[in-house]
């Protein structure tokens, strides 16, 4: 038996093709969304107002502590019975993005909480605004640190794209399913999509260890 054969890795390209492209978009407009996100959540974590700190930490609980895929089928087929109808594309990444804020607002407390309380003082005895304090004093000593971090949770996105195939989104897996599945021959399609994980996981990680060497170097850390 011809265990690989190169004829079916150019066949199934144009279906890997079609599939990266949206794991990609999906991973990018997904992660944008945590990022953003979860720095709004951070924040409102530290609202001096004890009420609203405590249920936003428990709405991150909860969204941490139930699975991306249920969260998925909740928004996607338990919705409509509800009246709210969302077409497949803006649920899929909104759903990831939502998931991996709360996981991302934690990262982001983490660095804001590390910051040392003489800077908030001095930022105090500067008379410095509240909007100038964040963004001039304490979110650049915040964010180098937990890039590293954050890096980590761009990786998992992308890696947990293929529960996108649940509500019929045509991910890089799926299509190699759908090749699989007419030509009888799943071998080389499925290793070409393990390999692409596998390069892009890397590039990805080799881009953030940068990203963060040169914060560090920018901002002395």
Same mark, same amino acid.
């Given at each position: 038996?011809?265990?690989?054969? !190169?004829?079916?890795?150019?066949?199934?390209?144009?279906?890997? *093709?079609?599939?990266? %492209?949206?794991?990609?978009?999906?991973?990018?407009?997904?992660?944008? /969304?945590?990022?953003?996100?979860?720095?709004?959540?951070?924040?409102?974590?530290?609202?001096?107002?004890? *009420?609203?700190?405590?249920? %936003?930490?428990?709405?991150?609980?909860?969204?941490? @502590?139930?699975?991306?895929?249920?969260?998925?089928?909740?928004?996607? $087929?338990?919705?409509?019975?509800?009246?709210?109808?969302?077409?497949? !594309?803006?649920?899929?990444?909104?759903?990831?993005?939502?998931?991996?804020?709360?996981?991302?607002?934690?990262? $982001?407390?983490?660095? /804001?909480?590390?910051?040392?309380?003489?800077?908030?003082?001095?930022?105090?005895?500067?008379?410095?605004?509240?909007?100038?304090? !964040?963004?001039?004093? /304490?979110?650049?000593?915040?964010?180098?640190?937990?890039?590293?971090?954050?890096?980590?949770?761009?990786?998992? %996105?992308?890696?947990?794209?293929?529960?996108?195939?649940? /509500?019929?989104?045509?991910?890089?897996?799926?299509?190699?399913?759908?090749?699989?599945?007419?030509?009888?021959?799943?071998?080389?399609?499925?290793?070409?999509?393990?390999?692409? *994980?596998?390069?892009?996981?890397?590039?990805?990680?080799?881009?953030?260890?940068?990203? @963060?060497?040169?914060?560090?170097?920018? *901002?002395?850390?």
């Amino acid at each position: 038996m011809n265990i690989w054969n !190169w004829a079916y890795v150019w066949e199934a390209l144009p279906y890997l *093709y079609r599939g990266a %492209m949206i794991t990609v978009q999906a991973t990018l407009v997904g992660f944008t /969304i945590a990022l953003v996100l979860g720095l709004i959540i951070a924040l409102i974590r530290q609202s001096p107002n004890r *009420y609203i700190s405590t249920v %936003m930490a428990e709405i991150v609980e909860f969204i941490r @502590s139930t699975p991306l895929l249920l969260q998925l089928f909740f928004v996607y $087929f338990v919705g409509p019975q509800f009246g709210v109808v969302i077409p497949a !594309w803006i649920a899929g990444v909104g759903v990831l993005g939502i998931h991996y804020a709360a996981f991302c607002s934690e990262v $982001f407390r983490s660095g /804001i909480e590390s910051v040392d309380g003489g800077q908030w003082e001095a930022c105090t005895a500067l008379n410095l605004s509240q909007a100038r304090t !964040w963004r001039a004093v /304490i979110l650049p000593q915040a964010i180098p640190p937990i890039v590293p971090a954050l890096g980590n949770y761009l990786i998992g %996105m992308f890696k947990d794209t293929p529960v996108l195939a649940a /509500i019929a989104i045509l991910e890089m897996l799926q299509q190699a399913k759908n090749f699989g599945a007419e030509n009888y021959r799943y071998v080389e399609a499925i290793t070409m999509v393990g390999f692409f *994980y596998l390069v892009i996981s890397l590039i990805a990680s080799a881009i953030v260890q940068s990203v @963060s060497f040169w914060l560090n170097r920018r *901002y002395h850390l």
